[in-house]
């Protein structure tokens, strides 16, 4: 896409990614001036085939922005089946006591990324691709970022910087501190193919390498298997039929025997976040403000909370964008939702991801008296779908 770049803007969003994505088509229409600049050259090949578990909360958003209903494939989750590997106890959140169509969506992440990337052109969106950002500086009345694009080195300035970049710059915000909790696991990602078919049930399975998903996904299953990286380059150097046998051992037969898996790709799963998520001028969005470990399905869901919150406020409050009063604002909308999802799944890895003794009798009990207490399992079920509102 042919962008004119200009001197100056209302805002700069760093990183297309779908957050920073979200954020630029939340913004059509306001009648600001907007710029978003995107490291990837080939952004058509974006092939990355992790599932994305969305929540109710956010379908509102997504049908919002125009993109819900050009996704390809959207798998709904009518229930969660929450299990602790070779123990007792197993708790059963379903649709129907919740009062809601369904619990959750799954849909791949390469699916909602070409949809955004399309909807970017078609708003005629200022996206400029190839953008590599090396440097942003800011102070109270303005902030400046240097980026690389067609070997040229350019500079621009706007009243707001907006960081999704997943994290990678933050180091370069004066005042906000990243703090990293590596969890040394690895999630492997694949799609699988069951002798039964999917019928709306998302497996959550927790062991003591970490925890395993099934989440229903066309026909049939999308994994996510989360373990120590030792294991994790193991079971990518097997052949398919020795992978899908360690993997039928690990998690069982709840979905039947496995049959074939497609290509298996990793990603390191780390706890990075901010604090504050904003400086002078810039604020942080997405996985640049919290990047969480998969197992509760949370980081894409607050991020695009995160970008819905920041454009309304962008938008009622047009007088000066990127104000001190405005991003204090900001970031006390978004505490209790950020923290609160950061926490719960932070506690969720620290209690099931070990081989502790008591934990596992305790994990049991817990997981036994969820499923016998209604209201309990209504505020997990609801935190999931809305967040801290739900
Ligand atoms: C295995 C796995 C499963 C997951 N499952 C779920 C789930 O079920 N539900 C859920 O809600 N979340 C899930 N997540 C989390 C979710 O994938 C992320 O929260 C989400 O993708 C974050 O998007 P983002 O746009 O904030 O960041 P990113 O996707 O990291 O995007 C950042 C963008 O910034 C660009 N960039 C970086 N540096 C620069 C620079 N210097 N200049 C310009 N551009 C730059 C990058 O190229 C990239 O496009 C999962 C994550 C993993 C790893």
Request: hydrophobic share 40%; proline share 4%; charged share 20%.
């Amino acid at each position: 896409m042919d962008t004119m770049v200009a001197d100056q803007y209302d805002l700069i969003i760093i990183g297309g990614g779908p957050i920073g994505m979200s954020l630029s088509i939340a913004l059509r229409g306001s009648g600001l001036s907007v710029l978003l600049l995107e490291a990837r050259e080939s952004i058509d090949k974006n092939e990355d085939p992790r599932p994305l578990a969305f929540s109710h909360g956010s379908r509102l958003i997504l049908h919002r922005l125009g993109i819900w209903e050009s996704l390809s494939e959207v798998t709904p989750i009518k229930t969660i089946h929450i299990s602790n590997r070779g123990g007792f106890g197993r708790t059963l959140l379903t649709a129907e006591e919740i009062d809601v169509p369904a619990l959750g969506y799954v849909i791949l992440h390469q699916d909602i990324f070409r949809v955004m990337h399309k909807k970017l052109h078609e708003y005629r969106i200022n996206y400029l691709t190839g953008a590599q950002v090396t440097q942003l500086k800011s102070d109270l009345s303005e902030g400046r970022v240097e980026f690389k694009h067609n070997g040229e080195l350019k500079q621009v300035k706007a009243s707001l910087l907006v960081l999704a970049d997943g994290g990678r710059l933050t180091a370069q915000v004066d005042g906000v501190t990243q703090h990293v909790k590596d969890y040394e696991q690895k999630a492997v990602v694949s799609r699988i193919e069951t002798s039964f078919p999917q019928c709306g049930v998302a497996y959550e399975r927790f062991t003591s390498d970490g925890p395993v998903a099934f989440l229903p996904f066309g026909q049939n299953f999308s994994l996510v298997w989360t373990a120590p990286p030792s294991t994790v380059e193991e079971v990518l150097d097997l052949d398919d039929d020795a992978f899908l046998a360690r993997l039928q051992s690990h998690f069982g037969y709840r979905v039947g025997k496995l049959i074939s898996a497609s290509k298996r790709s990793s990603f390191p799963l780390a706890l990075k976040y901010a604090t504050p998520v904003s400086g002078n001028r810039v604020v942080l969005i997405g996985n640049a403000a919290q990047t969480l470990h998969p197992v509760a399905g949370q980081g894409f869901n607050l991020g695009l909370r995160d970008a819905w919150e920041l454009s309304r406020e962008i938008i009622t409050m047009p007088v000066d964008i990127g104000s001190s009063a405005m991003l204090s604002k900001y970031r006390a909308m978004r505490k209790t939702d950020s923290g609160g999802g950061r926490i719960f799944t932070d506690t969720l890895v620290k209690l099931f991801s070990n081989d502790d003794i008591l934990l596992h009798g305790v994990r049991g009990i817990g997981l036994s008296a969820l499923d016998c207490f209604p209201p309990a399992k209504r505020f997990v079920a609801k935190r999931m779908m809305f967040g801290s509102r739900g």
